[in-house]
């Protein structure tokens, strides 16, 4: 298989299975809204780190669960790819699942 171009948690999201991108988003949300500002001093240049930290934690909860839905569908149609047979099962899916099935493909060639 080729390797990607770039590492990043991004794409690992992506591999990884859908319901682990909840668990991240849930992860940072605590890390950057209870954690972090705990752990500021109150009277020092980490305290609007802190301020800063407690007011982004929902956009970056948010941005890490939307990758949940893709990862979802990428399993979907990994799935899809494993369990077509013949001709047959191939006619027999919606066109939507096909396209699926079809970019798993190339996917899986490195494409």
């Given at each position: 298989?080729?390797?990607?171009k770039?590492?990043s948690?991004?794409?690992?999201?992506?591999?990884?299975?859908?319901?682990?991108s909840?668990?991240?988003a849930?992860?940072a949300?605590?890390?950057?809204?209870?954690?972090?500002?705990?752990?500021?001093?109150?009277?020092?240049?980490?305290?609007?780190?802190?301020?800063?930290?407690?007011?982004?934690?929902?956009?970056?909860a948010?941005?890490?669960?939307?990758?949940?839905?893709?990862?979802?569908?990428r399993?979907?149609?990994?799935?899809?790819?494993?369990t077509?047979?013949?001709?047959?099962?191939?006619?027999?899916?919606?066109?939507?699942?096909?396209?699926?099935?079809?970019?798993?493909?190339?996917?899986?060639?490195?494409?």
């Amino acid at each position: 298989m080729r390797r990607r171009k770039q590492e990043s948690i991004f794409y690992e999201l992506l591999d990884l299975p859908w319901w682990i991108s909840l668990i991240v988003a849930g992860a940072a949300f605590l890390l950057l809204r209870y954690l972090i500002p705990a752990l500021a001093l109150a009277s020092s240049p980490s305290s609007i780190v802190a301020v800063a930290s407690k007011a982004a934690a929902p956009y970056v909860a948010v941005m890490i669960a939307l990758f949940a839905p893709a990862a979802f569908v990428r399993q979907l149609s990994r799935r899809l790819l494993d369990t077509q047979a013949d001709l047959d099962s191939l006619r027999a899916m919606s066109w939507k699942d096909f396209e699926l099935l079809v970019g798993e493909g190339f996917r899986r060639l490195g494409s």
